[in-house]
């Protein structure tokens, strides 16, 4: 009984595997006095980054190689896929010592 | 450059000898009353700069300006009501209102880009001048936990707003 439902479900994981190769993910970016946190993220390509502004004021993602740059109003949440991997430093454009990292693999 | 560092510099002993002349630190109140006061000063630079300016850059950053400090300074608002404390004027506000109204009435009589390099020069130097004061007297003056926290989120802000301003003074070359 057990065997069998386990196999039914490593079954199910290969196929769900297979249609999603990048099996994406959404990540959370809190963006809170001031913060960004976490400060250092690893992705992939594919993957959906949740953008949340915690603060009263508007911020920023913007990266320095020019690969997005995403604005988030005050207390709203943003969402952006991630469509190229790299290592992409990122800062608010109205708050520059705000920066972070964001690694994404292929 | 030599000048407007000297207004910086003068605003931030302004700060310290107000305090001094009292004989003692800031209270909550004063403290309140100040950083509010910094902000609406900068408020009114911006929307003089919007009315004023001529680059675009420069136009833009008037409007970050006006929108964060108007946003933190209803968000101190809520605060001091929250803690039933009521904002004392005092003479480093008065000070400091003084010296704007001055620089604000300096500012007005250019034109274009002076006009342009003058208020980008002057918003370094006036954030500059406000961080340290933060740093050095108000953040370690403030007695109410949730105060001090706010005037360190302020301080980040004042900070990132000097950053920016750097960079836009730099792209007006
Ligand atoms: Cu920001």
Redesign the pocket.
């Known amino acids: 009984m057990l065997p069998g439902r386990c196999l039914a479900t490593l079954a199910l994981l290969a196929l769900g595997a297979m249609a999603v190769p990048a099996h994406a993910a959404t990540i959370r970016i809190v963006m809170e006095n001031m913060v960004i946190s976490p400060a250092e993220v690893s992705a992939k390509v594919g993957d959906t980054i949740e953008w949340v502004n915690k603060d009263v ?1 508007a ?2 993602a913007t990266a320095k190689n020019g690969e997005f740059d995403v604005t988030i109003a005050p207390k709203k949440t943003v969402k952006s896929v991630l469509t190229k991997a790299g290592t992409v430093d990122y800062y ?1 454009r ?2 520059p010592n ?1 920066k972070a990292v964001l690694t994404i693999a292929p | 450059m030599f000048v407007r560092l000297g207004i910086a510099v003068a605003a931030l002993s302004l700060l310290n000898c107000a305090a001094l002349a009292q004989g003692a630190k800031p209270t909550d109140p004063q403290i309140a009353h100040i950083a509010y006061t910094a902000g609406v000063i900068d408020i009114n630079a911006a929307k003089q700069a919007e009315e004023k300016a001529s680059n675009k850059e420069i136009k833009a950053f008037a409007k970050d300006m006006a929108r964060d400090h108007e946003a933190v300074n209803k968000q101190a608002l809520d605060l001091v009501k929250k803690l039933k404390v009521t904002p004392e004027d005092n003479d480093t506000s008065k000070a400091l209102s003084k010296q704007a109204a001055d620089k604000l009435a300096e500012l007005g009589k250019l034109k274009g880009a002076a006009y342009d390099k003058a208020y980008i020069d002057n918003e370094i130097a006036y954030h500059k001048a406000v961080n340290t004061a933060l740093e050095t007297q108000l953040i370690p003056s403030a007695s109410n936990p949730e105060l001090k926290s706010l005037l360190q989120t302020g301080l980040k802000i004042f900070q ?1 707003h000097q950053q920016h301003a750097e960079h836009v003074a730099a792209g007006l070359k």
């Open positions: 004021l911020h920023t608010c109205y708050h705000m | 990132g």
